[in-house]
């Protein structure tokens, strides 16, 4: 589907020949199929929007760029342009300590946006890398700032990114205070599996595109920790993982480790509904160091 390539450093938008909308035989407006689990499918689909507000707005997101597996999106200190929605593939957000610790933020996965942190101050924070060979649409924000003032539905999902993106920051910051080794790895799986059950994919299996070690660094645990977490929850019967093949045996189960904290998604798509399941569940087994 794509026609080219983007090299690790370039900023150059690839053309992308089909409409990301278009309408059908009776004049109402639909997503290719690669759009419909897009975040940004609400922009191009949204009913009320009038045709002329359609085409403008495909004209905006009517880039692709492919990044490949391990190369940056964006790095920090890079200007701020674009807001990307992941089309193909995943990323995780990195963002590095002065002792050179890599802290990963979040993970963007099919129909993620990726690029919001660079708004406040024109630069982007964090480093946004490919986990997989991807490919992300390119929304030049200066653009979208103009539709959002002509438009008053394309500035409410708009607010409603900047949004979710604040609740995400607050949730991750609660989830490396105040959860157990347990409760974080529970929440983490139960919040994919969620992500990928409102895209249309299976809720109970999956395939994890980051390494243990990099969901250490985003929960905030060591290797050996996550790992031995894993394996707990494989003996309890909660989910059975072979490789980065993962299959929730009782997504219930899974749930129960968690406490509310993982109402929001972490990757900034809130839920309609928390998790609502008591804090005090625990698993009974107990290891040294986790």
Wanted: aromatic fraction near 6%; hydrophobic fraction near 40%.
């Amino acid at each position: 589907m794509l026609t080219t390539t983007v090299p690790q450093r370039s900023s150059t938008p690839v053309p992308y020949g089909e409409p990301l909308a278009r309408p059908d035989d009776e004049g109402r407006w639909t997503a290719n199929i690669g759009c419909k689990t897009c975040a940004m499918a609400a922009l191009c689909t949204r009913s009320p929007i009038d045709p002329l507000a359609h085409e403008r707005l495909n004209d905006v997101v009517q880039c692709v760029r492919a990044v490949h597996r391990g190369h940056a999106l964006y790095r920090p200190g890079d200007t701020f342009g674009s807001i990307y929605a992941v089309r193909a593939g995943s990323f995780k957000t990195v963002v590095m300590h002065r002792e050179g610790h890599e802290q990963i933020t979040g993970f963007g996965i099919l129909g993620d946006t990726l690029g919001i942190d660079g708004i406040a101050s024109g630069s982007h924070s964090c480093e946004a890398i490919a986990l997989e060979d991807s490919a992300v649409c390119v929304m030049p924000f200066d653009l979208l700032e103009i539709l959002c003032r002509e438009v008053k539905t394309i500035q409410h999902h708009v607010h409603q990114m900047l949004g979710a993106e604040i609740v995400r920051e607050s949730t991750l910051m609660m989830l490396l205070g105040t959860m157990t080794a347990e409760e974080r790895v529970a929440a983490f799986l139960a919040d994919l599996s969620r992500r990928w059950e409102a895209r249309g994919y299976s809720a109970h299996a999956f395939t994890l595109k980051m390494t243990r070690k990099e969901i250490g660094y985003y929960l905030g645990l060591k290797l050996e920790t996550v790992s031995r977490t894993l394996t707990k929850l494989q003996r309890h019967q909660l989910i059975h993982a072979c490789g980065k093949d993962l299959r929730i045996l009782d997504i219930d189960g899974l749930r129960k480790l968690a406490t509310d904290v993982g109402a929001a998604s972490f990757r900034g798509q809130p839920h309609g509904q928390a998790f609502g399941y008591a804090p005090e569940t625990r698993l009974t087994e107990h290891w040294p160091g986790g």
